[in-house]
Each structure stands twice: as C-alpha cells, then as structure tokens.
C-alpha cells in the first residue's frame, strides 16, 4: 500500500490528453512539492516533472505538472505510442520523514 | 553528462550483508548542489527510499531500513555506497542509485537487481 495514491491504469489514443492524478496528505504533498517520474519496461525511472511544475531540460512542453491542496496531476498532451510507460509521482513526507511514492500508473497508448 | 552506475554481487544469503556501490562519472560526489541517493524497486512494494547521503558524510534513512543501513562516500573515487545488513528475501529487489536535488532524483542508475537466497 503505497502512501501516495494512483489509479493502476490509464490509457488513450495517439494525440489525445491524458491526466494520471495522485493523492496524498498534508504531510506530503500538502506541504512539499511533488516530482514525477516515468518508466519504460526495464529501465530505471527518469525525471519528468520536478517542484510541481518545472521540466527538467529535454523534457518535451507536452508533459505539464500542477498541484492543488493534496493532490498533484500529470498532463499529457498530443499523446504518442512512446508515451507507453509506467508513470510515478513521489514527494517528502513530513511526517514518516521519507521520500513517498505513488504506486504508479501504468499508461497505454490504445 | 553525469552518468551513475551500480555495482556489487547480484545475489546475497540470508542474513548476510548486501554490498552495493554507485560510481559516478561526468561529475563529482562534491557537488555543491547535488547529494546522492539510494532507492529500490520490488514488485511487491514498488519504489522504496533508502537514503540520503550528502558529501559532507552526512546522511538521511528511511526509518524503516536505518537500523540495517550504512553508507559512506569517497569522493577521491566518486563513489558511495549502500550496506544493508540481515537481509532477507524481502530485500530481493531492483536497487538503483541516483542523484538528488531539492529532493527530486534527477538522475538514476541503470539499476541492479540483488537476489536474497541460500
């Protein structure tokens, strides 16, 4: 049971929009800024989105972070078949004095 | 380009201790800015936090793993390293070194998987 919470699945067509949400607490994402991750099969994850909103350099304009009280948001915009990932937000945890992740999403591109 | 890669035995015993070591090339471990990070991956428990290790040699662990965890830096080799002591099958995981900035893991290792069994 991850502390940070993800739906297990999404999916969408080529150039569609997606959102992958993830849920948390005052003491994680309430308080701290989220940073997101994604996963292709048998690689390491790699930065996305780091400090709620901010792409790290090489990061195409289409993927977009925000946050809003406990929750946080991924955006994908103009969706593509290498898209297809596995998808984790991860903030600090005040309170378990951690880094917390979500239990990721797993993304498919129909 | 920084790139970190880790390294060590790819299966451990029961109760023994789990030796891993990242080296980090295109950078130091004395960056100002950056400090360093262990994390792992299983399947049963997805991304697990490990540590925080700081050039200083200072360091921050997950309360759940710090009384089996040790780590150190050497920053004439740019390296640091993770020893977990008592494993057990529930350590069997993916273990990934990174780089952390603000919190945020900026860049990773390609990973290492670590078998615990006799």
């Known amino acids: 049971q991850s502390v940070l919470t993800q739906a297990p699945s999404a999916s969408g067509t080529p150039g569609q929009r997606v959102t992958i949400s993830c849920s948390g607490s005052s003491s994680n994402i309430g308080n701290n800024p989220v940073n997101w991750y994604h996963q292709l099969p048998g690689t390491a994850p790699k930065l996305l989105i780091y400090?709620?909103?901010q792409r790290p350099s090489g990061v195409p304009d289409r993927f977009s972070g925000s946050k809003s009280g406990t929750s946080a948001s991924l955006a994908i915009s103009g969706l593509r078949s290498d898209d297809e990932a596995d998808y984790f937000c991860?903030?600090?945890?005040?309170?378990?004095?951690?880094?917390?992740f979500g239990g990721g999403t797993k993304l498919t591109v129909l | 380009q920084v790139q970190l890669q880790e390294s060590g035995p790819g299966l451990v015993k029961p109760s023994e201790t789990l030796s891993l070591t990242c080296t980090v090339s295109?950078?130091?471990?004395?960056?100002?800015?950056?400090?360093w990070s262990w994390i792992r991956q299983s399947p049963g428990k997805g991304l697990e936090w490990i540590a925080f290790i700081y050039s200083s040699g200072s360091t921050n662990f997950n309360p759940s793993l710090k009384s089996r965890v040790t780590t150190s830096i050497d920053t004439s080799k740019s390296q640091f390293s993770l020893k977990l002591s008592a494993v057990s099958a529930a350590d069997t995981a993916v273990y990934y070194c990174a780089r952390a900035y603000s919190n945020a893991l900026d860049m990773w290792g390609q990973g290492t998987m670590v078998t615990v069994s006799s």
């Open positions: 991860a903030a600090w945890d005040d309170r378990l004095d951690i880094v917390v």
């Open positions: 400090t709620n909103n």
């Open positions: 295109g950078g130091s471990v004395s960056s100002g800015s950056y400090y």
